[in-house]
């Protein structure tokens, strides 16, 4: 974990505390009834009660697992979002978020959790929850554009003043690969896509590993490989293709060339169908490891002149077949 990091997206930064935020805080937020009508949260009620959260905010960044943040729009603060409360035993945080009255509507929130929510991804946090009255429709229509799913409602469960709410619970879970370590080795369940426009086939490839490959990667649980090469290409691509048909189940066992360490390797392929998008699309992904990956357009017919891995499909990717193929390789061990 790497704990609290600036944070830029298309129109907003999101940055730590500071204590000149004062009088903003109190301000628009502390003043406000608004802000804190279905929380019942007010830490900003007086210039000295905003003082000593703001304390206790710098002092939460001592942490590693503490995330908190204020929003600028055009270098105006307009808002606050954090993630709190970090379960390690549970793998589960916390998100809230609030944007001051004036700067409703203009998809501050949304844009701002999204980003926060990739970056708990990246901190790996399996479960990220948050919560909202029911009848806080702008929170709601937040959390829901910001893709978490609605897990509960809990009747009557927020009290606030003399009014009681029904509170909606939230919740987004961190995609698991199927990739199992054990005493022996590695297990990976893994799709790849074979992709070829104007008789050329995409690879990748990067400078920590001295081989190609196609496009493709590990597939999540609870994910069929139809979908999981679909999110595969799109990562990677950046564009939308859709599958042609089913190429090749292999089953491969192999030392890791880099860290040696045996592999047991399920892969799934397929053919995608051809697309103009492929004339324009960029690389920005990275492997397991962190090394940057490239594209390189490869003509067919001169497959058999590159290392390319795995060797048993590499060998049949000038002629696909028209059915399905089984394919076991299992290298010297």
Same mark, same amino acid.
């Not at 974990?1 to 730590?16: E, W």
């Not at 708990?120 to 709601?140: D, M």
């Not at 196609?214 to 609870?222: A, E, M, P, W, Y």
């Given at each position: 974990? +790497?704990?609290? +990091?600036?944070?830029?997206?298309?129109?907003?930064?999101?940055?730590?505390?500071?204590?000149?935020?004062?009088?903003?805080?109190?301000?628009?937020?502390?003043? !406000?009834?608004?802000?804190?009508?279905? $929380?019942?949260?007010?830490?900003?009620?007086?210039?000295?009660?905003?003082?000593?959260?703001?304390? /206790?905010?710098?002092?939460?960044?001592?942490?590693?697992?503490?995330? $908190?943040?204020?929003?600028?729009?055009?270098? &105006?603060?307009?808002?606050?979002?954090?993630?709190?409360?970090?379960? $390690?035993?549970?793998?589960?945080?916390?998100?809230?978020?609030?944007?001051?009255?004036?700067?409703?509507?203009?998809?501050?929130?949304?844009?701002?959790?999204?980003? =926060?929510?990739?970056?708990?991804?990246?901190?790996?946090?399996? %479960? =990220?929850?948050?919560?909202?009255?029911?009848?806080? &429709?702008?929170?709601?229509?937040?959390? #829901?554009?910001?893709?978490?799913?609605?897990?509960?409602?809990?009747?009557?469960? *927020?009290?606030?003043?003399?009014?009681?709410?029904?509170? *909606?619970?939230?919740?987004?879970?961190?995609?698991?690969?199927? /990739?199992?370590?054990?005493? %022996?080795?590695?297990?990976?369940?893994?799709?790849?896509?074979?992709?070829?426009?104007?008789?050329?086939? *995409?690879?990748?490839?990067?400078?920590?590993?001295?081989?190609?490959?196609?496009?493709?990667?590990?597939?999540?649980?609870?994910?069929?490989? #139809?979908?999981? =090469?679909?999110?595969?290409?799109?990562?990677?691509?950046?564009?939308?293709? &859709?599958?042609?048909?089913?190429?090749?189940?292999?089953?491969?066992?192999?030392?890791?060339?880099?860290?040696?360490?045996?592999?047991?390797? *399920?892969?799934?392929?397929?053919?995608?169908?051809?697309?103009?998008?492929? !004339?324009?699309?960029?690389?920005?992904?990275?492997?397991?490891?962190?090394?940057?990956?490239?594209?390189?357009?490869?003509?067919?017919?001169?497959?058999?002149?590159?290392?390319? =891995?795995?060797?048993?499909?590499?060998?049949?990717?000038?002629?696909?077949?028209?059915?399905?193929?089984?394919?076991? &390789?299992?290298?010297?061990?």
């Amino acid at each position: 974990m +790497k704990g609290t +990091k600036v944070i830029h997206t298309g129109r907003l930064l999101l940055r730590k505390y500071r204590m000149e935020d004062v009088q903003a805080l109190y301000h628009y937020f502390g003043l !406000d009834e608004e802000m804190h009508k279905y $929380s019942g949260w007010n830490p900003f009620a007086t210039p000295e009660m905003t003082a000593v959260a703001v304390r /206790t905010f710098l002092n939460g960044y001592r942490k590693l697992d503490y995330y $908190s943040w204020v929003i600028e729009l055009d270098g &105006e603060l307009v808002g606050m979002i954090g993630a709190y409360d970090y379960n $390690s035993i549970k793998g589960t945080i916390e998100v809230g978020f609030s944007i001051r009255h004036d700067q409703w509507g203009k998809g501050i929130a949304t844009e701002a959790l999204t980003a =926060v929510l990739s970056f708990l991804i990246e901190e790996q946090i399996p %479960c =990220v929850t948050a919560w909202c009255a029911a009848q806080n &429709e702008g929170s709601r229509r937040v959390l #829901e554009q910001s893709g978490m799913k609605q897990e509960r409602i809990e009747y009557d469960a *927020l009290k606030i003043g003399d009014k009681v709410y029904d509170k *909606l619970v939230f919740v987004r879970q961190l995609p698991v690969d199927l /990739t199992f370590h054990n005493r %022996c080795g590695i297990f990976n369940y893994r799709v790849g896509a074979v992709i070829i426009h104007d008789k050329k086939l *995409l690879l990748m490839k990067n400078k920590e590993e001295p081989y190609y490959y196609t496009v493709g990667g590990r597939v999540h649980f609870d994910e069929t490989t #139809e979908e999981a =090469v679909k999110r595969e290409v799109k990562e990677e691509t950046g564009i939308d293709l &859709e599958i042609d048909r089913f190429l090749y189940f292999q089953e491969q066992f192999f030392d890791g060339k880099i860290t040696g360490t045996h592999i047991h390797e *399920l892969g799934v392929y397929y053919l995608m169908k051809d697309s103009p998008e492929l !004339d324009h699309i960029v690389c920005h992904s990275v492997t397991a490891r962190g090394a940057a990956e490239e594209y390189e357009w490869i003509p067919v017919g001169e497959c058999g002149q590159y290392y390319i =891995v795995p060797e048993s499909v590499a060998e049949r990717l000038q002629n696909l077949p028209m059915h399905p193929e089984h394919i076991i &390789e299992i290298d010297e061990r």
